[in-house]
């Protein structure tokens, strides 16, 4: 593997910490913020749906720059409005920034893909891009409960500070060390036919938005399941990034065999039993201990393990489908985030109306839903 692929894992990690980062602090964040902590979840929907609206549209605008001056200028508007969110006097205007860092996202996440996929040979190409989501992995593992732990010791608005200081780090690896990397050619004709690609955009979409249900989240779950709380739910969102090391693992060796709609299928019906384990862990049928608590790391990691799987299959597939279109990627990008924010805002609505539980039952039907679509949807191959 090309070893600057890896300077773009440094991208991807600074941003999936970001994303989440205040996610372990988000009640006594919304506590000091004077809203409910449904209401403060809608901080990762501003962030999302901005990110999903403005990303194909930066796409197009930046599609003939070099993919280097796209990523850093990403990481740097992500930097400074990072460190805006810490000093945010409210929530309104914490909102406000936080919608305005999605577009940092917009720019980079798609460009890093490219720009990956292009550092390697075609045969290559399925594990390069696993490599790269495997920056939201190390998020996972590290940046995101090294946020939890800071918030937990300083307070919820050194979260922020973190996720500044991770973009800095990014920022500096990629100007140090990434090579000039051309935007792709024009495609012939100039447009993207949607006939062949839509079912690879409907299945991100519906498997974020079953696993955003929740992870958004997961201290009121953990909470609720085990009774940990504060730098202890640093522990289970480490899971969720080794569950996606071993998915992006899986997935980047399935998407080099070409695998298909079997493998979506299986990696959905797999996030719909870590779903149902979240709900049982909600509702107590196992005492408090380590009993449970080992239930709700069971969760944790194999829904992060099914949904990482499919990433690498559906993104490889898009890039030969496409020839790495900016705009291809980016709408790709785009609907994460729509699934993201679709997740985000299902999983409020059901905490404030009927209580924490009903996030993980919220959750699972949406996995059922989306198990049930792509069974339909989902276009057999000759290897799926």
């Known amino acids: ?216 989240y997961i201290a009121p779950i953990v909470r609720v399941g085990t009774g940990i709380t504060g730098a202890g739910v640093a522990v289970f969102q480490s899971m969720i990034g080794f569950g996606a090391a071993l998915g992006l693992w899986l997935g980047g060796r399935a998407a080099d065999r070409g695998a298909g709609k079997a493998w979506v299928l299986q990696c959905i019906a797999l996030q719909a039993v870590a779903m149902t384990l979240h709900l049982s862990a909600t509702h107590h049928i196992l005492p408090q201990g380590l009993a449970v608590d080992g239930l709700v790391l069971a969760a944790v990691f194999l829904a992060a393990t099914a949904l990482f799987s499919i990433s690498p299959v559906t993104q490889s597939r898009l890039i030969q489908m496409t020839g790495g279109a900016p705009v291809a990627l980016a709408l790709n990008g785009s609907v994460f985030a729509m699934g993201q924010a679709l997740g985000s805002t299902m999983g409020g609505a059901a905490l404030a109306a009927f209580g924490v539980p009903a996030i993980p039952a919220t959750a699972l039907a949406a996995s059922l839903v989306a198990l049930v679509t792509l069974s339909f949807a989902f276009p057999r191959t000759k290897t799926a």
């Open 1 to 216: 593997m090309n070893p600057r692929v890896f300077v773009l894992t440094m991208c991807t990690f600074a941003f999936g910490s970001a994303a989440f980062i205040f996610a372990g602090m988000l009640e006594p964040m919304a506590a000091d913020l004077g809203v409910s902590t449904a209401v403060a979840g809608q901080l990762q929907t501003a962030y999302v749906l901005t990110s999903a609206v403005l990303g194909p549209v930066v796409a197009w605008l930046m599609g003939r720059m070099d993919r280097r001056i796209v990523v850093i200028l990403g990481l740097v508007i992500g930097l400074v409005l990072h460190l805006a969110c810490a000093i945010a006097p409210n929530f309104e205007t914490l909102l406000v920034v936080r919608a305005l860092a999605g577009v940092a996202g917009a720019m980079s996440g798609p460009a890093a893909s490219v720009a990956a996929a292009s550092l390697v040979p075609p045969e290559r190409r399925g594990s390069a891009l696993a490599l790269v989501s495997g920056g939201m992995t190390l998020a996972f593992v590290v940046g995101i409960p090294i946020g939890s732990v800071a918030g937990a010791m300083f307070g919820w608005r050194a979260t922020f500070v973190v996720a500044a200081i991770l973009a800095a780090v990014a920022l500096t690896a990629v100007a140090l060390f990434l090579p000039s990397v051309p935007a792709p050619p024009k495609r012939e004709g100039g447009k993207l036919e949607l006939s062949g690609i839509w079912p690879l955009y409907l299945t991100s979409f519906l498997t974020f938005a079953a696993n955003m249900t929740l992870n958004l």
